[in-house]
């Protein structure tokens, strides 16, 4: 018996994009006036402390084809290995520095741009210094969950021979995709941190 087919039919999926960047980047997605600016969006102030960096790369999928409508978020603590909001035992955090910022990429070359601080060393749970590092969470298109992973900083050889993330890490081959090299171009240091989210040299993500 041939069944009627005058029924409701599943809508094609779409997992994230253009959505996440309209609800999460409005004034990007040429969605004026929701907010005076996409939130994560604001430079440095001039009073945050430490010493001021950029983080760029590109976000790669299984091919090696730069993804070119990913969400990038990254969180850090500031120049004393310190959060927002927390204070006390190990002094106060920088009150000018959020911590927090958000960026589409770029929609014709897939780079994403950061201009921030280099973060200081934060405490592991039972007191080991962890390496300084920022933590990125990305989201794209046939993304189902945001993924985490981590930027470590390629000049600072010692502290990462002793992070125990890094020492946690199996597979000690797939390591160096998490450290990001260091250049310097017009007096700023500059790392490049290339994301690749499937096939040879895949990042390392966290289970967060």
Known sequence: MVQSLRRLKESPSQTAGPYVHIGATPNFSGIEGV???????LPLAPEVEG???????????GSGTPIKDALVEIWQADAQG?????????????PHFPGWFRQP?????GVYRFETIKPGIVPYFDGRPMAPHITFWIVARGINIGLHTRLYFGDEDKANAADP??????????????IAPRSDA???????????LQGENETVFFDI
């Open 82 to 94: 310190l959060y927002p909001g927390q204070g006390e035992r190990r002094g106060a955090a920088d």
């Open 186 to 196: 017009d007096g700023k240091p500059v790392y490049t941190f290339d994301i690749r």
């Open 165 to 178: 993330i890094l020492g946690r890490i199996e597979h000690r081959l797939r390591v160096p995709t998490l």
């Open 51 to 61: 010493e001021r960096i950029v983080v760029t790369g590109r976000i790669f999928d």
């Open 105 to 109: 990429v770029d929609g014709t070359s």
């Open 35 to 41: 907010y005076p600016h996409d939130l994560g969006s």
